[in-house]
């Protein structure tokens, strides 16, 4: 892959002057990201630089997202890797804004709403973050004005609330989900991976497995929601997982289905999430059309 020189737009004023000198006939793509970057991140930019496409990173770790100060506090920081690791991937430019830029010396007073969809699962267990996450990609939108943005279907329910904001807001923008990026062993890559001892990381291969076995019950002709819930949360807690949850949903809405909202012609995705040493992990599949 040719490396490219990575242009560092450190405010809002260098980002506009930058977006209104690109080439018309090339499509800017955006990849969002908080750093710590790894493999995931990297095919990011790998489907961002295709169809000719203008690839721009951000790289903002967004207090927004965060409920308790000390995990905002604790997130790694490592920007001069990231932004090798971005020159050498193909990124043309990365935006890299600091508190003030992004959100003003009086700091973001209103926040966007998740809705139904970021009630349940992770939008559960951390009040608040959807909202900021929106907020800031929202911001990002409308700031890069990109023609994809590209995020990873390994956080589904992200995803989902992001492609439903770009609908509902009339957003010009195609989100565009890409495929989790799995270990050979088929755990999928996240930052948080780092935290696993050896044995930890043996556990933490219940969540994908927990997947598998519930895809093969589908496949077979399997659509008893509940036994397949329990198909899942045996699973992983034989495995060692400390089961946070495990469902499946409706792609249509994210939310957790039973055998009074299961409707033929919906499609089912199954979701689950757990603590491994203390590292929560998430991770899902796709189903197929009940």
Not at 11 to 40: D, F, I
Not at 99 to 122: K, N, S, T, V
Request: aromatic share 6%; charged share 20%; hydrophobic share 40%.
């Amino acid at each position: 892959m040719p490396r490219t020189s990575l242009r560092l737009l450190k405010t809002w004023t260098e980002l506009r002057a930058w977006r209104a000198a690109q080439n018309s006939a090339r499509p800017v793509h955006l990849v969002p990201t908080m750093g710590a970057l790894h493999e995931g991140h990297l095919s990011l930019f790998r489907h961002a630089r295709s169809d000719q496409g203008i690839a721009i990173a951000s790289l903002f770790v967004n207090p927004l997202q965060f409920e308790r100060k000390e995990d905002l506090a604790n997130y790694p920081r490592t920007v001069e890797e990231d932004c090798a690791q971005m020159e050498a991937a193909g990124v043309e430019a990365v935006y890299m804004p600091d508190l003030a830029d992004m959100y003003g010396a009086d700091g973001c007073q209103i926040l966007l709403d998740a809705g139904p969809g970021g009630e349940h699962f992770e939008g559960a267990a951390r009040p608040g973050h959807f909202g900021g996450m929106l907020t800031v990609v929202h911001k990002l939108f409308q700031r890069v004005q990109p023609q994809r943005a590209f995020f990873g279907a390994k956080d589904a329910q992200q995803l989902f609330l992001v492609q439903r904001m770009a609908h509902d807001l009339d957003f010009p923008v195609e989100v565009v989900g890409c495929p989790i990026v799995r270990e050979d062993d088929g755990l999928a890559l996240s930052s948080r991976n780092v935290h696993l001892s050896s044995s930890g990381r043996v556990h933490a291969l219940g969540l994908s497995k927990s997947l598998v076995t519930v895809a093969n019950s589908f496949d077979k002709g399997s659509r008893d929601i509940e036994h397949l819930n329990q198909q899942l949360n045996t699973s992983m807690e034989q495995s060692g997982v400390r089961v946070a949850y495990a469902n499946i949903i409706d792609e249509a809405t994210f939310l957790p289905l039973d055998e009074a909202t299961a409707k033929p012609g919906q499609r089912w995705r199954a979701v689950v999430a757990g603590r491994v040493e203390d590292v929560h992990l998430l991770d899902n599949r796709y189903l197929g059309t009940a």
